[in-house]
């Protein structure tokens, strides 16, 4: 393989993703793994640094030319994450400084969602107003708007899983907050939804019990009581939805996320049917991803090979001091 690759990594709350790519951003090479458990500042920097070096030895690769590193949020200015929902009550976790230590190659950090949303422009040049939302193990968002990608004052001016949706505040998020839309719409928290909207107690026990995929699949078959916890998700979402409308007034809003990318029927059908209830702003169409799980990878490399593109990304580049 040709020397000259840039990396490309995706850190969900699940799942670490890797991969090389060429010139044009092709992806070459790639692995995926499960997040390290490990209560530690400095396990998750080692698994990236660790999973980077192993596929770079598999492909007879020296070091990346360049690295891009899309992770959940929410982001720090020091140049990691802190407190994430999956890694409470750690404070700061370092991700650039194990990284340049290892490689030596510039870095760009960025939220995983703000990787899409740049990976979904770089398709999509017709559209200077675009969002990016994905519906998975949390929720977030990447949004350009009049062209620029906003990023915030922390790098965190996306984090749509955590607006507010419920004012009586029944749901606790993973962040530690209460009403947040994640706390009852995100892959984690959806069987959650059943003690507060089925009134039989038996069904609450039994869907509460069910992780989101079966909740689905059991729906599509004619289970009432995991129907109506679908349809609850439905119009939760469209609320969710309606808020992005508002706030960011994109052309196109464009949905990802394994929730999404598994039921798009059920989840993007009540959205398109419901948003405009709520939103203010003319609603735009929304559509799911072509890319599949592959938006973040893609964006975080695109985001590496052209950060000069993003100047918006300039204070989240780091180097070799």
Same mark, same amino acid.
């Given at each position: 393989?040709s020397m000259d690759v840039a990396a490309g990594v995706d ?5 670490? *993703? ?19 458990? #490990?209560? $530690? ?21 020296? #070091? ?45 950090? =960025?939220?995983d969602c703000t990787a899409a949303v740049i990976a979904e422009?770089?398709? *999509? ?10 519906? $998975? ?29 419920? =004012? ?23 069987p959650r939804l059943a003690g507060l909207v089925l009134d ?11 992780? $989101? ?107 070799? *001091?």
């Amino acid at each position: 393989m040709s020397m000259d690759v840039a990396a490309g990594v995706d850190i969900g709350a699940t799942r670490l *993703r890797v991969a090389l790519a060429d010139d044009s951003g092709k992806i070459v090479a790639r692995e995926s793994e499960s997040i390290t458990q #490990r209560v $530690s500042k400095t396990a998750l920097g080692a698994q990236v640094t660790k999973c980077i070096s192993r596929l770079l030895e598999e492909n007879e690769v020296a #070091r990346p030319r360049c690295i891009g590193v899309a992770t959940t949020g929410p982001l720090d200015r020091r140049g990691g994450i802190v407190n994430p929902a999956n890694l409470q009550k750690l404070g700061f976790v370092p991700l650039a400084e194990p990284l340049l230590k290892a490689f030596g190659r510039p870095l760009v950090l =960025m939220n995983d969602c703000t990787a899409a949303v740049i990976a979904e422009r770089d398709r *999509r040049r017709e559209f200077d107003n675009l969002a990016y939302v994905t519906l $998975s193990t949390g929720i977030g968002a990447g949004v350009f708007v009049d062209r620029h990608l906003l990023m915030g004052k922390d790098g965190n001016a996306h984090e749509v899983g955590h607006l507010v949706i419920d =004012m009586e505040r029944r749901l606790v998020c993973g962040c530690g907050k209460a009403g947040h839309w994640e706390a009852y719409c995100s892959g984690r928290n959806i069987p959650r939804l059943a003690g507060l909207v089925l009134d039989d107690a038996a069904d609450a026990r039994r869907v509460g019990m069910l992780d $989101s995929p079966r909740i689905f699949k059991l729906s599509k078959k004619g289970d009432e009581a995991c129907a109506r916890v679908v349809r609850e998700v439905g119009l939760l979402n469209a609320m969710g939805f309606a808020n992005i409308v508002d706030v960011y007034d994109p052309e196109l809003i464009v949905v990802g996320g394994a929730v999404a990318l598994f039921n798009a029927d059920e989840v993007l059908g009540p959205i398109r049917e419901m948003m405009g209830d709520f939103a203010r702003n003319r609603v735009p169409p929304v559509e799911l991803t072509e890319m599949g799980e592959d938006a973040v990878l893609l964006g975080a490399v695109l985001a590496a090979l052209h950060t000069s593109s993003y100047p918006e990304l300039k204070p989240w580049t780091y180097a070799v *001091r």
